[in-house]
């Protein structure tokens, strides 16, 4: 997997954290 997707992963999924949390 490359870096770059990895964080994309990340970036993903901390948005949807705040989302639910929102």
Request: charged share 30%; net charge negative; hydrophobic share 40%.
């Given at each position: 997997a ?11 999924s ?9």
């Amino acid at each position: 997997a490359e870096p770059k997707a990895e964080c994309e992963i990340i970036s993903f999924s901390d948005l949807t954290q705040e989302r639910l949390a929102a």
